[in-house]
């Protein structure tokens, strides 16, 4: 079955350090795209990237990073520099139609500084 | 850039029905897209709009004015289930792609 997995679910960071959130893909979707959600704000987008090898930033990137080497995966790495990263990272991804076709969603990772 | 507004809040009865507003601002709409959102979990699509008028699916239905920039989301025969977070989203077509931007979201509560 296609669909879309991030990893880990939960995930623990010290301050200071960096750490990557993983997605991967098998819709054959060329877009891809990574929110942040905490409470009361919705979804905010950090990066996205509509073809292999291209991205660009979304509304909140400071203190983020990410690469498409491949067209299945879209990482996402929350450096020290991104001051308040507890929150709940969604991974999406769509095709580039302008149809009725919306985003698959990931079923998300919990970030905590501890 | 773009505004999304919908209602922090709203509780309403088991089988009851119940409106969920949103408004935006858009340069370059092209279409508008409702999600439900259980705690901790993904959003999960539920209806879409781009040309004026009623989208109706099952006990879901949507409602879209783009001269007002004006949508809302319908539930009926509420049930318990139905207690979630439904988030509003709006696609421009500023820079190509698919990209959406999101409301705060409305927290339903479906009360016995």
């Known amino acids: 079955d296609g669909g879309i997995t991030q990893s880990p679910k939960y995930l623990f960071r010290k301050e200071g350090q960096n750490v990557t959130l993983s997605c991967e893909q098998n819709?054959?979707?060329?877009?891809m795209y990574w929110y942040r959600q905490d409470p009361g704000q919705g979804l905010r987008l950090i990066y996205y990237?509509?073809?292999?090898?291209?991205?660009q930033k979304g509304d909140i990137a400071e203190g983020y990073s990410v690469s498409r080497e491949k067209k299945e995966s879209f990482p996402l790495t929350v450096t020290s520099a991104q001051k308040n990263p507890t929150a709940f990272y969604l991974c999406?991804?769509?095709?580039?139609?302008?149809?009725?076709?919306?985003?698959?969603f990931g079923s998300g990772t919990r970030l905590t500084v501890v | 850039g773009q505004n999304i507004d919908q209602p922090t809040e709203m509780t309403a009865t088991e089988g009851a029905i119940v409106q969920i507003n949103c408004t935006y601002q858009t340069s370059g709409f092209n279409g508008l897209f409702w999600y439900q959102q259980h705690a901790g979990e993904a959003p999960t699509f539920l209806s879409y709009?781009?040309?004026?008028g009623l989208e109706e699916k099952g006990r879901f239905s949507s409602f879209l004015s783009r001269s007002k920039g004006y949508s809302y989301l319908l539930l009926k025969e509420l049930q318990m289930k139905d207690s979630a977070s439904y988030l509003c989203a709006v696609r421009d077509h500023t820079g190509g792609g698919n990209k959406l931007t999101f409301g705060t979201g409305t927290q339903l509560k479906v009360e016995l």
């Open positions: 990237s509509q073809i292999v090898n291209d991205f």
């Open positions: 709009n781009v040309l004026d």
């Open positions: 999406a991804s769509s095709i580039q139609g302008q149809g009725m076709d919306g985003y698959t």
């Open positions: 819709l054959n979707h060329d877009a």
